[in-house]
């Protein structure tokens, strides 16, 4: 929409002085005071002189047209009053982005992009025999979010998924159900039965090191596919796998793509001896190792003395595997403790002649008000336990809301408030910064929040509700300086999505809708549009505040969260 009105202004531009013959859609600006204009045009680079003395000279020269009714200088930038049967009805009859909007499914996938790219983006990585808890939900939403955005864009998106399913913290964990728990079996939450175990397994280990032996030695029979410890093995995994595919179908998360270590672990070897062969890894100690020093990388650790594997020896062969795909980019969603340690791999990867280009996207922590998470010391709070909590008390709020309401559309109506909630609490925030999760202010109605812009969504469409119809509008009546802060705000709907995009950080479209939802509701507050002056004004008003209701929409599709008709 933005890109139309200002090629109008270039083409009126250019036609006025040769000077803006080559000025770009993208040269643009908004002023930061909707008083002082609707779009600014810096001059820095046009000018041969002073430009200040350059924008007063063109201001004076602009006059009026069609498109503009004023044009100002403002030291080195010219500032456009547009005329708001140009400006406000692109803006709000213009053609829909794509996404979910309204009653009408627009693909995701007809964004800017000339030559669409294959993508392979590689989040959630949850560990097998371990709780899913809130520390992994930041991953899980920012992964969602990203894949959305790469797929407005116009990228082709295989979204993929790495399970850790062996290692030493299986090994642990299957070491202390053999010792202590054979045979049981839980009927419910089997994979809470997992992460006490697990907990269980390292609170023995720190009391007594010498059981460290009896782990390592069900480590070897698990890498070298023991039946018996098999056996166990192939049930347990399977209770964890059942739970990650019920999370992801609440949060409505999909992969094209599984990936588990364990099927990866063979190929590791032989990479490892193939580093070997190429020079670039070598023994040490009994260990293989890469050094890396000369790249101010350390040394990467790519099999242990004893024979067994590590992260880094399946992480080398994923690689492998997921080039099978023939992605242009693949990009890798981890927290940033292990950014030196994807560094290495992604070079010795390079080292063995490897071409897939690999991006990794970091994220800082998440804790809780009462402090971190660590599954390993049994201080987590599982997925469950924080979801069931907002549940409960979404339903609470929900029920005081509507009375009328059966249990079905309660629970319904109270699963997506909680749902928002998480979220947006996960994705309000830049990627480098720490996520304190505080349950009661993620459900608020007010703030930065998911129930916010669901509020503030379903607002909207009960304006629609009670106006059925509207006749022909004046967009020239829109002059309130909150519709004009609307205004702007759609201008700069689709630059807030691609910068969300280009930054790999969904928390700029967050701040954008936040900006959006509260200019609505402060305009709202102010100006009536069921009772508007005339009916010209009603129409304008109402377009307006349903176009605002779309923007909202489209955004939080690209969250990946699902919005409400009524709250």
């Not at 054979?182 to 992460?195: S, V, W």
Request: one cysteine or more.
């Amino acid at each position: 929409m933005l890109n139309s009105i200002t090629t109008q202004l270039i083409e009126k531009l250019a036609e006025i002085d040769q000077a803006f013959k080559d000025i770009k859609p993208e040269n643009f600006t908004f002023p930061p005071n909707v008083k002082m204009g609707d779009l600014s045009l810096p001059v820095f680079e046009l000018a041969k002189e002073n430009p200040a003395e350059f924008a007063a000279k063109m201001a004076g020269k602009l006059g009026s047209n069609e498109v503009w009714e004023q044009v100002e200088a403002t030291g080195p930038y010219i500032n456009f009053y547009l005329k708001a049967e140009v400006w406000a009805k692109e803006l709000i009859e213009g053609s829909p982005q794509p996404g979910k909007v309204g009653e009408t499914q627009f693909p995701l996938g007809k964004g800017s992009r000339l030559r669409p790219e294959k993508v392979m983006i590689e989040y959630s990585q949850p560990n097998t025999h371990k709780e899913f808890h809130v520390g992994h939900l930041r991953n899980a939403c920012l992964g969602a979010a990203i894949v959305n955005l790469n797929k407005y864009i116009g990228d082709k998106v295989i979204a993929a998924t790495y399970v850790n399913d062996v290692g030493l913290h299986v090994a642990k964990c299957l070491w202390a159900y053999l010792k202590f728990h054979k045979d049981e079996e839980p009927k419910e939450n089997k994979t809470n039965f997992l992460g006490k175990i697990y907990t269980e397994a390292v609170k023995k280990l720190d009391q007594d090191e010498k059981l460290k032996d009896e782990i390592d030695d069900i480590l070897i029979k698990l890498e070298k596919k023991d039946k018996e410890i098999m056996k166990i093995w192939k049930k347990t995994q399977k209770w964890s796998i059942e739970d990650f595919e019920r999370i992801y179908g609440l949060m409505g998360i999909q992969f094209d793509a599984w990936y588990f270590e364990s099927d990866v672990l063979n190929k590791g070897r032989k990479i490892v001896s193939q580093l070997i062969r190429q020079g670039i890894a070598k023994e040490d100690q009994g260990a293989i190792i890469v050094d890396l020093k000369k790249y101010d990388l350390d040394v990467l650790l790519i099999l242990k003395s004893d024979g067994t594997t590590l992260y880094s020896t399946s992480d080398l062969a994923l690689a492998y595997k997921k080039a099978k795909k023939k992605a242009d980019k693949s990009i890798y969603i981890v927290d940033n403790r292990q950014s030196l340690y994807l560094k290495q791999i992604f070079k010795t990867l390079e080292l063995a002649g490897f071409k897939e280009s690999m991006v990794h996207i970091p994220y800082d922590f998440v804790n809780l008000p009462e402090g971190a998470l660590s599954s390993r010391k049994g201080n987590i709070v599982s997925f469950d336990e924080l979801f069931n909590k907002m549940l409960t008390k979404s339903i609470e709020e929900t029920k005081k809301r509507h009375k009328d309401w059966d249990d079905d559309k309660v629970k319904d109506v109270a699963e997506k408030i909680s749902l928002s909630a998480i979220k947006i609490g996960m994705l309000k925030f830049g990627n480098n910064k720490v996520i304190t999760f505080d349950m009661d202010e993620a459900l608020s109605f007010d703030g930065k929040t998911g129930p916010y812009l669901l509020y503030t969504s379903a607002r909207i469409n009960s304006i629609k509700e009670k106006i059925k119809k509207v006749g022909d509008a004046d967009y020239s009546l829109l002059k309130e300086t909150e519709e004009k802060e609307l205004l702007k705000l759609l201008a700069n709907n689709e630059n807030e999505i691609k910068r969300a995009y280009k930054e790999n950080d969904p928390s700029v479209l967050c701040n954008y809708l936040f900006d959006l939802a509260q200019t609505f509701n402060d305009f709202y507050q102010k100006h009536s549009i069921i009772r508007a002056e005339n009916e010209e004004l009603k129409a304008a008003r109402f377009n307006l505040a349903q176009k605002v209701r779309k923007r909202l929409r489209v955004g939080l599709d690209l969250l990946n969260v699902e919005w409400l008709e009524k709250m």
